[in-house]
């Protein structure tokens, strides 16, 4: 497989954007030799990634997340899925693989290899054989032990440019858009050179790579092909609006981030078709939305605005807010979609909520969520103060209203299969399948507030839950796969069909899924713990009030209209 001409001159086009006509072209040829020796080296026979279809869930998880004794913790992950999941979930996003020194595993220190606390590439590979790899691409930044950096602060011409220098006096820093309180520049000294201010966007053991050098992107590019080789269906972009650094403006989202997205598009539909570009922009949905493009970018983004959304809609108990955003938002581009997810190894963004919901009304849901063992990480703003960037909590610990676990599974499970129905494909945090609760001796041990939602589960002691028919974590993950199952059966669901929302009472939500073949599925949600009546007439598309999917007595017919059980939910065919 080879660059297609008419791509070519676009890839020409962005090259020209970010390095000027000469060396563009130089780039452009290097770019063509890499795609070129990609198709050389390919394994032949190896099956054509299908598109995604309704089939299509991802599990979001460490490589250690779950560990047992005599076995790489991959291994462990892989016996999991084969004797708990099956096909219920089938791509697996594991969470930075590599030898790191920080962050779990966000400050790479070789992006080649992988951890040997884990397991080693072989392992990653008979994953692979049973499931989709989704792996990330930390292309914003590398460790500080990374022999890129390690050949800079040691004064070598390689690795010259390779990083961001500034002066830290420079008034145009006050500009820049920052996600965390730590300094934007670190100091370190640099062989013959003396004292350096080196930019550090998420902390002083992550150096952010220098993209007005060419040789960086080629190198991700060499890396981004690699990953493929190794069988990667996904390749999540992490960190990717902060990748181009402008002094003068935010350096985040500028356009050179987009040509960027649209140069590693066009490398990974040239190299491997089908293969999927998922940016993650944690900003407000105007901003993340357009990292899809014109079709021409990311293949999917995350809905970062569901998360603090539905959470603020159980918590207030109505739904307005969840449904106007739902209402507003646009049409994907053709053969983009949106990734849907709740939870995730990071804490709930709270800049998605930004123009949704006022400052007010966020403060008194993050005091809730204080009292249920939440933490708020904060960012600093350009003005210096400090305002909210991030919730610390497990969703499970989020529902957490003191009315008991019953109540509290009811209002989780309803919180996933919202986030099922949504058009898109959903994408679940393994914690999210074991209702798993606040870690906090995690982190009273890391100091870290993330560690809150990043246990790491012995396999015997959840083993042990899992065989326990009452237990919370055996009840949530048998509902979770059993809702999984049946919404893989439904075309209604594919990430192409339609959706629209019902002008319904705030107190439920109302979704109408249609497929490509015009079948309709109505799906209906009641956000309260008391039972929701929906009147017929608000519901012209029911067809059998009796035939609920989920067939979990989520809803029944009184009179003239349909009864939604206590945080009940159903998914009923429709005309």
Sequence with gaps: MTIESNVAARLVDDLEFL????????????????????TIERQPGLPAIEELTERDALLITYGNSLYGTGEPPLDTLRRFLLEHIGEAINIIHLLPIFPYSSDDGFAVVDYYA????????????????????????????????????????????????WFIEANPNDPRLALVARPRSTPLLTPVDVSGQGRRWIWTTFSPDQVDLNYHNPEVLLAMIAIMLFYVRQGARVLRLDAVAYAWKTLGTSCINLPQVHAIVRILRVVADSAEPGVLLLTETNVPMVENLSYLGQGDEAHLVYQFSLPPLLLYA?????????????????????????LNFTASHDGVGLRPLEGLVDETERDAMLDAMRTRGGFVTPRRLPDGREAPYELNIT????????????????RFLLSQTVMMSL???????????????????????????????????????????????DSVAARCLKEMTRRLRVRSGLAQFHPQASQYVLELPGAVLGIV?????????????????????????????????????????????VGGGLELAPWGAAWLPAV
């Design 114 to 161: 992988v951890n040997p606390e884990l397991g080693k590439w072989d392992n990653v590979r008979e994953l692979a054989d049973y499931y989709g790899l989704a792996l990330d691409l930390v292309l914003n930044h590398c460790s500080r032990s990374h022999r890129w950096f390690q050949d800079f602060i040691a004064g070598k011409d390689s690795a010259k440019n």
């Design 513 to 557: 899924r249609e497929s490509k073949d015009g079948e309709r599925l109505l799906c209906l949600f009641n956000f309260t713990g008391a039972p929701q009546s929906v009147p017929l007439s608000m519901l012209p598309c029911v067809s059998d009030a009796h035939a609920d999917l989920l067939a979990d007595d989520g809803v029944r017919l």
């Design 314 to 338: 159980l918590w207030r108990e109505n739904t307005a807010i969840l449904r106007n955003w739902l209402d507003a938002l646009p049409e994907p581009p053709p053969g983009c979609t949106f």
């Design 19 to 38: 390095y000027g006509a000469e060396l563009a072209r130089t780039v452009c040829r290097r770019i063509e030799g890499m795609v070129a020796e990609y």
């Design 395 to 410: 969703y499970f610990s989020a529902f957490d209203a003191g009315d008991g676990e019953e109540a509290q599974l009811a």
């Design 423 to 469: 058009r898109g494909v959903p994408a679940i945090y393994i914690h999210s399948l074991f209702a798993t609760p606040n870690d906090l001796r995690g982190v009273e041990q890391t100091g870290q507030l993330r560690a809150i939602n990043r246990r790491r589960w012995d396999w015997g002691e959840l083993s042990g839950l899992l065989v326990r028919s």
